[in-house]
Every structure is written in structure tokens, then in C-alpha cells.
């Protein structure tokens, strides 16, 4: 049961950023030059207010990606056809240059833990996920992009290194790959594993965008916090898969203490001197020799919640409470 | 899909998955130490129940962050610990069954009321009162954020003010509170610290018109004949009549001076009919 794919014509996208409610008014004023924005479909499939009517103008003006947190690719529960059904009226209406969501399960017996939990990695799991694969790129009518996902711990059942099971899944599914230099970082360090061993194994040519972000450094783990510029050792490994994936979109995830568009902007726009060759400078790099004690929030999702409060106002109905007031 | 049975998930994994998501939601006590080092694997630097705790410690704080998004009056009003209290007994009792975290907090108000921390006193504690009613507040404002409305279709204009098929705008809500809530929900929005509000029974219609939340006072008839409006799908005049026994005659000569306010507000848009 195989999606009718578009061929292998996936469009150079270049630098884009995460579209996120506190830089709504900067973009719909300033309309900033950057490449494109990822828009965190979940965001938008359920809102018939200002967020969707925001996306149809941004849609207008730049090339988006619809990035999901919550298809639960690897979940025991069955797959929900409301949620596949609802993700595609939102492809259908902005058009999306693909749709990706996460190597994970979210949650089971209905439930949702806001979480991308780790899959074990064995034979059994590989079928499941590859058979789901297969139905939601029938539903979606194009290929999924999966991301590894950061995690924290390993579990005693897995047999797959996480670089040959996406490599399986390309081939059994014809998925393509997002891969998220920082997650592939963070979650080598917590699984003591080393990441040129990963970059080894990981099919470098399915994968069509790259994600880059900053993390927290607890000494005896990484927590992938989205709310810091990207560490130097990420720089570094960035680098080295730009150079065999030189046709991935790339982006900047920031989402915990974001600062304002051009700050992400510039952060973003480092990548250009690394894709050229410049050195990453380990000793210049803000995050070099910090460890935090205190633990930050691990992919952090209250960027999704609408800034409401200094949007609601008390209103006067008539002119004569308008002039009491 | 091979036998017709393509989603049916390998028991290991089910089991797997039991597992985690028990130990990370916390319903029953945490999971059994046997199970966690026959799960998860050891690392140099931590052990199997270190590396679970990650998860344990994040799944909370996370959710936390966006209640707090969601509630930020009520969090201002019961300062962070007994917000965080509060917020971490409901995520446990309801944990989130939507793909979308905005729906995380809609039973948050119902969960204060039904949990008040007052149940057993004899008098009823006019602090969890305003508590439970700025949460539905909060709740119904963040709601209509994302409704569906009239944008699109657009109001109806003075000129239909008798127009037969006047009807409510689909993302207006009319709610009663025993606290002035809009009120100290604009101080703490303002980046005031308002003292705690005084009992006094307040009427409210929380409109969203072009993509703007609107929160609007009401006097107790103007509330009576709006929700009268909201109920039956009937008109104006109808509602009118059927309010005009417990209003008072008087209705008649101010509804037309409301109507007038109301279609300037936005209240209100053109049926089918
Ligand atoms: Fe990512």
C-alpha cells in the first residue's frame, strides 16, 4: 500500500525559522526576509480564529512545512483518523512543501502526554511503525518526514541502533528523514553513545531538512531546552552533515525564552559561515564549560499556548459608558 | 495492510508503553523497581531510574508551563505554589486526551469546583468561589480564541437593526460570577497586583469580533434577554416578549438603545432565516 510520492523533486528550501505567536505582529509588519517558516501544524488544525487566519497570510508570502508533535507514529493505540483527517484539510488549505512529525509515541489508551517518548527499537516495532507510516502517507497522499527525536533513556529490548531503524524505514516506506543535529547530540550524550558513530550510520540522502537548537548541559545528562543558542559541539556536527545533505532546508528551533525575530534571525544565519567552511570556534562559544545545576524544561511546548492575556480588553458598549470610563 | 489488521500494536510494545505512561502520569503509586531496570537500561552516568526521572520531572513541569499560559489571572491570584498545586492534582485526575494543548485546561474550572478545599467546612470560602469563577473566565476567553466566527460572514450593521433574522455571533459566550473577574482580569494584564475583589455579582459577554477578544459588562436585564436570545433559535422579538413578564415593560423602549450598542459591538450577525 504505497502513497503515490511526488518523485524526488524536494525543493531547496535554504534557512528558515519556527513561526511563533510572540513574532506574529514583527512578521505580519516588517514581512522579514528568511526563507521559510516551520509552522507546528497542531497550532493551527484545531483553531478556526486568528492563528489560522494569521497562517493563510503568512502562507501567502512565504513557503511553509507543517511540523506535527502529535500523530504518535509509534503509539499502540490505533492511529487516529481524525487527527490524519484534520492534518490533511490543513495541507489542503496552506499547502504545505512537506509534513513532518516525530520517531515517538505520545501517549496510549487515548491519552496525550505532550511528550515525544522513545520507541523501543526491535524487529516488532520497526513492522508496526513502518505498516502506520504506510497508512498516513496513503491519508496524506505524500511521504511523511520523520525526526529522531531527543531522548533520556534507552530501553534493554532494543536491538536497532535509532540511525538503522530510520535508514529501515526509508527503505520499507519511502519516508524521508528530518534530522535534528541537536537531538542526535543530546541524545547520544544520554545514551553514552558517540555521534560520529550515529552520523555513520544515518542515511544521509533521505533527508530533506535539518533542525538546529540550543540545549542545557546538566553534567550527567543533556536536556533539549530550545531556549539558548545552538552549542558549539552541535555547530560542529552540523557541519559535517551539511556537507553530505547540502540540498536539506534547515531550521532554527527556539522555543523557551524567545527572544526577539532579529536575535533568532541572527542565530539562524551562523548556519551560512559553517555551510562555507568556517571553523567552529569552541573557545569563542557562550556555552562552552557550562553546566547548569538547575534543570530547564526538556522540549518545552508553552510556546503553543496563545499569548492571550494582552489581548483581551474590557469594552465599553455605549458612548455614555465609553466617557465614564 | 496485511490481514486487515495492520494497526493492531505487537504486545511487547503495548506493555512497554503501559509501563511508561504510568510511571510518568503517576494515577497509581510510581512503577515498581523491578519493572524500571527491566525496561531501561543503565548508562555511565545514570541508572535506569535516574533516566526515567527525566521524563517523570518534565512531563509535569511542562504542562505546568502551559496551564499557567492558559490561567495566567488565576495563577497571579493564588500565587505559583498553590497554582502549581492545583494545576498538578488536575493534570493527574485529567490527564490531556487532545492532540492540541489547547484544550489541556477545560476542565480545570469544574475540577476546582468539584475539589474545593472547603467541602467539608461549614460555610462556603469566598476565595475558592472567585478562584472557581475566574478559572471559567480565563477558560471561556481562551476558548473563544480559537472558535469558530463570524469573521468571515461578517456582523450585521445599524441598518438591520430590524432585521427578523438577528441572531448571536457564534463566538460570544454570556456568563454570570459572583466576583468582578474582567475586572481584576484587566489589573493583572495591565501588570497591576489588584487585591482581592469584594463579592458582587457581575454579568459579562465575552465577544470575539475581527479576531479581537472583547469583554463587555452587562446589566442583569441585558444578560436575560441575550442568554434568552442565545437559547431558542428564535428572534429578537421573540426573546423580547418572553423576557417582558420578568423585565418589565420597560424593555421595550431600551432593548432598541442595547440593539443599537449590540450591533455596534458585533454581538450580533445575520441568520439563515
Ligand atoms: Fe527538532
Redesign the interface.
Not at chain 2, 96 to 101: I, Q, R, V
Not at chain 2, 211 to 217: D, E
Given at each position: 500500500m504505497h502513497a503515490p510520492h511526488p518523485g524526488d523533486n524536494w525543493p531547496r528550501l535554504g534557512l528558515g525559522l519556527g513561526l511563533r505567536h510572540v513574532h506574529v505582529e514583527h512578521i505580519l509588519k516588517h514581512w522579514p526576509a528568511v526563507d521559510w517558516f516551520e509552522v507546528i501544524s497542531e497550532n493551527f488544525m484545531f483553531s478556526a480564529g486568528r492563528p489560522r487566519q494569521v497562517l493563510r497570510q503568512v502562507a501567502e508570502r512565504y513557503p511553509l512545512v507543517m511540523h506535527g508533535v502529535s500523530m504518535s507514529i509509534g503509539s499502540s493505540d490505533p492511529l487516529d483518523f481524525r487527527y490524519l483527517q484534520a492534518l490533511k484539510a490543513l495541507a489542503d488549505e496552506i499547502q504545505p512543501k512537506w509534513i513532518s512529525d516525530h520517531l515517538c509515541w505520545t501517549g496510549i489508551q487515548g491519552k496525550h502526554t505532550h511528550d515525544l517518548l522513545p520507541l523501543p527499537l526491535t524487529d516488532e516495532t520497526l513492522q508496526h511503525v513502518a505498516e502506520r507510516i504506510r497508512i498516513v502517507q496513503a491519508v496524506l497522499e505524500r511521504p511523511l518526514v520523520l525526526e529522531n527525536p531527543s531522548s533520556y533513556l534507552s530501553y534493554t529490548q532494543s536491538s536497532w541502533t535509532e540511525p538503522a531503524f530510520l535508514a529501515e524505514l526509508v527503505v520499507q516506506t519511502g519516508c524521508r528523514l528530518l534530522f535534528d543535529v541537536n537531538n542526535c547530540y543530546v541524545s547520544c550524550y544520554n545514551a553514552g553513545q558517540d555521534p560520529q558513530d550515529y552520523l555513520k550510520a544515518l542515511p544521509h540522502e533521505a533527508i530533506v531538512q535539518l533542525h538546529l537548537a540550543g540545549h542545557q548541559h546538566c553534567g550527567s545528562h543533556i536536556i533539549d531546552t530550545h531556549d539558548r543558542p545552538v552549542a558549539a559541539a552541535v555547530w560542529q556536527l552540523f557541519q559535517q552533515v551539511w556537507r553530505r545533505s547540502p540540498a536539506a532546508a534547515i531550521l532554527l528551533e527556539w522555543d523557551g525564552n524567545i527572544p526577539d525575530f532579529d536575535t533568532c534571525l541572527a542565530e539562524l544565519h551562523k548556519a551560512k559561515g559553517f555551510m562555507q567552511g568556517q571553523q567552529v570556534n569552541h573557545w569563542a562559544a557562550a556555552d562552552v564549560g557550562r553546566v547548569d545545576a538547575a534543570e530547564a524544561v526538556s522540549t518545552p511546548v508553552d510556546f503553543m499556548v496563545a499569548p492571550l492575556m494582552a489581548e483581551a480588553r474590557q469594552m465599553a458598549m455605549t458612548e455614555q459608558e465609553r466617557q465614564d470610563a | 495492510?496485511?490481514d486487515g489488521r495492520?494497526?493492531v500494536?505487537?504486545l511487547?510494545?503495548?506493555q512497554?508503553?503501559?509501563f511508561?505512561?504510568s510511571a510518568?502520569?503517576q494515577q497509581a503509586e510510581g512503577p515498581d523497581h523491578g519493572l524500571i531496570e527491566?525496561?531501561?537500561?543503565a548508562?555511565?552516568?545514570?541508572d535506569?531510574a535516574?533516566?526515567?526521572a527525566?521524563?517523570q520531572?518534565?512531563?509535569f513541569?511542562?504542562?505546568l508551563?502551559?496551564m499557567?499560559?492558559?490561567f495566567?489571572?488565576l495563577a497571579h491570584a493564588l500565587g505559583s505554589e498553590l497554582f502549581r498545586d492545583f494545576a498538578c492534582e488536575y493534570l493527574r485526575a485529567h490527564?490531556?486526551?487532545?492532540?492540541?494543548?489547547?484544550?489541556l485546561g477545560a476542565g480545570f474550572a469544574d475540577y476546582l469546583q468539584q475539589n474545593r478545599p472547603d467541602a467539608h467546612a461549614a460555610q462556603p470560602e469566598a476565595w475558592i468561589d472567585f478562584m472557581v469563577d475566574l478559572a471559567d473566565f480565563e477558560w471561556t476567553?481562551?476558548s473563544?480564541?480559537?472558535?469558530?466566527?463570524a469573521?468571515e460572514q461578517g456582523y450585521a450593521t445599524l441598518a438591520q437593526q430590524d432585521h427578523p433574522a438577528l441572531r448571536l455571533q457564534p463566538?460570544l459566550a454570556l456568563r454570570q460570577y459572583r466576583f468582578p473577574v474582567?475586572?481584576y482580569?484587566?489589573q493583572?494584564?495591565d501588570g497591576h497586583d489588584p487585591v482581592f475583589p469584594l463579592a458582587q455579582q457581575v454579568y459579562l459577554a465575552?465577544v470575539?469580533t475581527h479576531?479581537?477578544?472583547?469583554?463587555?459588562?452587562l446589566q442583569p436585564a441585558q444578560y436575560a434577554l441575550l442568554s434568552r436570545l442565545a437559547q431558542a433559535d428564535g428572534t429578537l422579538a421573540q426573546a423580547l416578549a418572553a423576557t417582558a413578564d420578568q423585565l418589565g415593560e420597560a424593555i421595550h423602549s431600551l432593548a432598541p438603545?442595547w440593539l443599537r450598542?449590540?450591533l455596534?459591538?458585533g454581538f450580533l450577525v445575520l441568520g439563515h432565516d
Open positions: - | 495492510m496485511r495492520a494497526d500494536a505487537p511487547a510494545l503495548a512497554l508503553q503501559q511508561m505512561q510518568l502520569l527491566r525496561y531501561i537500561a548508562t555511565g552516568l545514570l535506569p535516574q533516566h526515567l527525566i521524563y520531572r518534565a512531563y513541569a511542562r504542562l508551563q502551559c499557567q499560559g492558559q495566567k489571572a490527564p490531556s486526551c487532545s492532540p492540541t494543548l489547547a484544550h476567553l481562551y473563544l480564541f480559537d472558535a469558530p466566527g469573521e463566538c474582567g475586572a482580569y484587566q493583572v494584564a465575552l470575539r479576531y479581537r477578544l472583547g469583554i463587555f459588562s438603545i450598542g449590540w455596534q459591538a
